[in-house]
């Protein structure tokens, strides 16, 4: 390998990059069959720049986390299906059926449904939505919501 230093050139650093080696001379940079840079890269030029990494680090490890909640969850919900021993899988809230109807003057009537006032949702027993159902702390969130007309 032909590295290109001259004999007075001490190397100070060696750091490696992939399966090239990066070789710092007192001026000089050089990359391994390249040719000679004669300005420093700015990450090692820098310290400062190891800070701008912080929030893309802090965006991946939510996500992984998230990811990691979300499988844990779902993993849980497959085993409770599989296995009714380990607990119910589905749930289901009560409610009303409370109409809005909206008027004139931007005002708005509620009624109770006459056709069929009261009704069961049915909801699963977790943090996210399995199988197309929403879980059971959401849909007791908002089963007093009116439903508009």
């Known amino acids: 390998m032909n590295w290109a230093l001259a004999p007075e050139d001490s190397v100070h650093l060696r750091i490696i990059f992939g399966a090239q080696y990066l070789l710092r001379g007192p001026t000089t940079f050089y990359f391994c069959n390249s040719n000679p840079m004669t300005t420093p890269p700015t990450a090692f030029a820098d310290s400062s720049s190891s800070f701008s990494h912080i929030p893309r680090r802090i965006f991946f490890a939510a996500l992984a986390l998230f990811l990691l909640v979300y499988l844990g969850d779902f993993l849980w919900f497959q085993v409770r299906v599989h296995y009714p021993a380990a607990g119910p ?47 059971c702390w959401y849909v007791t969130r908002h089963a007093k919501d009116p439903i508009s007309m």
């Open 89 to 135: 899988t589905t749930s289901s809230v009560h409610r009303y059926r409370l109409l809005a109807i909206p008027l004139k003057n931007n005002k708005v009537e509620y009624q109770l449904d006459s056709q069929k006032p009261e009704e069961d949702l049915p909801c699963v027993r977790s943090l996210f939505s399995h199988a197309g159902i929403r879980p």
